[in-house]
T-cell receptor
Framework: DAKTTQPTSMDCAEGRAANLPCNHSTISGNEYVYWYRQIHSQGPQYIIHGLKNNETNEMASLIITEDRKSSTLILPHATLRDTAVYYCISRGSGGSNYKLTFGKGTLLTVNP | DVKVTQSSRYLVKRTGEKVFLECVQDMDHENMFWYRQDPGLGLRLIYFSYDVKMKEKGDIPEGYSVSREKKERFSLILESASTNQTSMYLC????????????FGEGSWLTVV
């Protein structure tokens, strides 16, 4: 699976949009981009994933650049409960796709 | 919503004890996994199962075994617990098709003293 790079930490004001970037310049054509978050002492929570097109669900939006070398997770109206470590992962669709490699992620702190 | 339930959130066991960690999923998923998560080391795959009674070793299977007698249940067994197995253990599940999402349980914090 392709390596991803994310900023170590970010701050966001409560109620504002949080935009979390991720670089995955070596991603291959069949690799999806997945986002998870982990609140301290809990298991990773799935947020969203995509292959080529932008995606939106009730939690977030995922914007993938046309060349697929980077993406942005958008939390449209951040709340204090969104404070967590956010992980961007690229993952293939076959073979050893069970192997999730979580990097260090981005610690998002939402401030009142 | 997908639910992956781990039976114990916090456990304290003694060195040499046999430890069972249980996991149940309610989405009829084919695949189930056990990971451990340690500071600075990220998630590491211990074992996974792609069907009842089937199992495959992950990256760090030594000191662990697993059991999957029913599709919804996947157990991790520490045959003789050691202090270096103190960790957070995460169970996860996914369906069998390509691009499937992996869903995690809440985690089990195991301390071996």
């Amino acid at each position: 699976d392709a390596k991803t790079t994310q900023p170590t930490s970010m701050d966001c004001a409560e109620g504002r949009a949080a935009n979390l970037p991720c670089n995955h310049s070596t991603i291959s054509g069949n690799e999806y981009v997945y986002w998870y978050r982990q609140i301290h002492s809990q298991g990773p929570q799935y947020i969203i994933h995509g292959l080529k097109n932008n995606e939106t669900n009730e939690m977030a939006s995922l914007i993938i650049t046309e060349d697929r070398k980077s993406s942005t997770l958008i939390l449209p109206h951040a709340t204090l409960r969104d404070t967590a470590v956010y992980y961007c992962i690229s993952r293939g669709s076959g073979g050893s796709n069970y192997k999730l490699t979580f990097g260090k992620g981005t610690l998002l702190t939402v401030n009142p | 919503d997908v639910k992956v339930t781990q039976s114990s959130r916090y456990l304290v066991k003694r060195t040499g004890e046999k430890v069972f960690l249980e996991c149940v999923q309610d989405m009829d998923h084919e695949n189930m996994f056990w990971y451990r998560q340690d500071p600075g080391l990220g998630l590491r795959l211990i074992y996974f199962s792609y069907d009842v009674k089937m199992k495959e070793k992950g990256d760090i299977p030594e000191g662990y075994s697993v059991s999957r007698e029913k599709k919804e249940r996947f157990s991790l067994i520490l045959e003789s617990a050691s202090t270096n197995q103190t960790s957070m253990y995460l169970c996860a599940s996914s369906s069998g098709y390509s691009g499937n999402t992996i869903y995690f349980g809440e985690g089990s914090w195991l301390t071996v003293v």
